[in-house]
């Protein structure tokens, strides 16, 4: 027994021996320039590699650099650099026949950098094609055939993945990149797993199948995937390029299919914290989106054919379409929200730049909007109907900002004001809001009605008349339009009367005497003091 340990430990020390020997004996770096080679005419792109070192633990050749050139129509920096390359082979063909087969391929802390044009073009669009530009410009050997390359494991680890525009976009940037392909070949379909994070905040995670790769255009490869992405800053990250006054928490979880042009998608998402206007204030509720798209990834254009709306538990429906104007992005989009609970949607005031009066909240009722959308995206201009109906505009009492109207029309308004019902029609711009066909019925008072301008400072400039609802003293003016400004801002309205509108719409048939009379009392109305007798 003692003989026969003694003669494994012999044999297991020769092994040992001889490996040690042809590890030093074997010099990786005189396959530099055969694995250069055949990475060059897989891609297509001029390859550097670093200096060689072979493995026998790891199975595998391992280089302390690597650079793969850029699409000469990009410019000249590299397309891809990373620290380190790691190859996997079978080391008794290498090391014996001198013979590559490559099993895996591992490249540590790439710096990659994908880059479109405006007609589309991807600078990974020649990559490993038959078209590759780079390949004959850079004089190096092509056989005018596709990438033939087939890896069972290709993994990229830690990188950094810049992905932007020519015309000055700022880019996205993505930290620790780490990319799994399985049993890849270009002429295969093949699974892979992506996960990053966005410098700026939030994650992206992505599985799916990818290939056959397009031999004319990588980036026409067919795929599809299923993304998870989680609080990503829009404002951070660089995703708010077409509407820079945009931020807030975006989730998504969705599906996708694409041929390289089109890509469908569905999915649910999550906007937290967000902000739609420049004055605006973060949301305090969630806003839900369910949605189904399709979008031309060339002309970055595309179709919003179902799109669900949840802010708290107020639905809505968006539909229409987008499409990119120069470093603009157009969008038609059409709102359906009939019926919301006016407490969700007044959490959405604040994002879009909406001021109530000073201390005061809407509660109760249900407000309706029929609105259309268009223009550039920080540009927008929407127009259409809203309507609000059983609301309070709680700690706002509307009669005394009129003045004494509670003594002299013989009525209670109360501490807030409540609205039977509130319609008008809208239009609101970056250069404001303008609001026409005003109509409010307030049980307390009467109608209410007018136009009016909101400014983007929130200056108020509208003019109005009321047919107050009166009694005792002030019968005088029961049902009859009295005519008011209100001035001011959002926060702080200010409500004056118009007696040049009173006295030539309504005081026509009244003596001197008697004009005077009801001039004074409507001035009772809005603050002003009465004429001493």
Do not use: C
Request: cysteine-free; proline content about 5%.
């Amino acid at each position: 027994m003692k003989r026969a340990l003694k003669w494994v430990a012999i044999v297991i020390g020769v092994v040992v021996v001889a490996a040690v020997a042809l590890v030093l004996l074997f010099d990786a770096n005189s396959f530099r320039p055969t694995l250069e080679s055949a990475l060059r005419d897989a891609l297509h792109r001029e390859v550097k590699l670093g200096n060689l070192g072979l493995s026998l633990l790891s199975g595998s050749v391992e280089a302390n650099d690597l650079e793969i050139g850029e699409d000469p129509g990009f410019g000249k920096a590299p397309f891809l650099r990373a620290k380190a390359i790691r190859v996997g082979v079978e080391l008794w063909p290498l090391i014996f026949s001198k013979q590559l087969n490559v099993t895996g391929i591992t490249i540590e802390k790439p710096e990659i950098t994908l880059t479109q044009r405006p007609d589309g073009t991807w600078n990974y669009s020649s990559l490993g094609t038959k078209t590759s530009g780079s390949a004959k410009s850079a004089a190096v050997s092509t056989s005018g055939a596709a990438m033939a390359l087939t890896v069972r494991k290709l993994n990229i680890v830690d990188g950094m993945l810049i992905i932007g525009r020519t015309e000055g976009w700022r880019p996205l940037v993505l930290d620790e990149v780490n990319l799994e392909v399985r049993d890849f070949s270009p002429t295969a379909n093949f699974p892979f797993s992506f996960s990053t994070k966005a410098r700026g905040g939030g994650t992206i995670k992505l599985d799916g199948r990818a290939g056959p790769i397009n031999p004319m255009d990588a980036s026409m490869t067919p795929a599809t995937v299923k993304i998870i992405v989680t609080a990503l800053n829009i404002a951070e990250t660089g995703l708010a390029n077409y509407a820079p006054d945009m931020a807030g928490l975006i989730s998504l979880q969705g599906d996708g299919e694409t041929n390289g042009t089109s890509l469908k998608m569905n999915g649910a998402l999550k906007a937290e914290k967000l902000k739609l206007s420049k004055t605006g204030t973060p949301a305090t509720v969630p806003v839900g989106f369910n949605f189904d798209a399709e979008h031309n990834m060339r002309k970055h254009s595309g179709v919003l054919k179902r799109g669900d709306v949840l802010i708290g538990k107020a639905p809505a429906k968006l539909t229409g379409n987008y499409y990119e104007q120069g470093q603009n992005m157009i969008l038609k989009m059409n709102l359906d929200a009939p019926n919301m609970p006016v407490s969700d949607i007044a959490a959405m005031l604040g994002p879009l730049g909406i001021v109530l009066p000073a201390g005061s909240t809407l509660q109760n009722g249900t407000i309706s909007a029929k609105l259309t959308t268009n223009g550039p995206a920080d540009k927008l201009v929407s127009t259409g109907t809203l309507a609000i109906r059983d609301t309070t505009l709680a700690n706002f009492d509307l009669g005394k900002k009129m003045a004494l109207i509670q003594q002299v029309a013989g009525m209670q308004t109360g501490s807030s004001t409540d609205i039977k019902l509130a319609s008008l029609n809208v239009s609101a711009s970056p250069e404001g809001i303008t609001a026409k066909d005003i109509q409010l019925n307030v049980p307390a008072m009467g109608e209410l009605r007018g136009d009016g301008t909101i400014s983007p400072t929130n200056a108020l400039d509208f003019k109005m008349s009321a047919s107050l609802n009166t009694t005792g003293q002030a019968a005088i003016i029961a049902n009859k339009k009295i005519p008011f400004f209100v001035l001011g801002t959002s926060a702080e309205p200010v409500f004056k009367p118009d007696l040049k509108g009173l006295a030539n719409e309504h005081l026509k048939d009244f003596k001197t005497g008697g004009a005077a009379a009801v001039g004074d009392a409507l001035k009772g109305l809005f603050g002003g003091k009465k004429k001493e007798p």
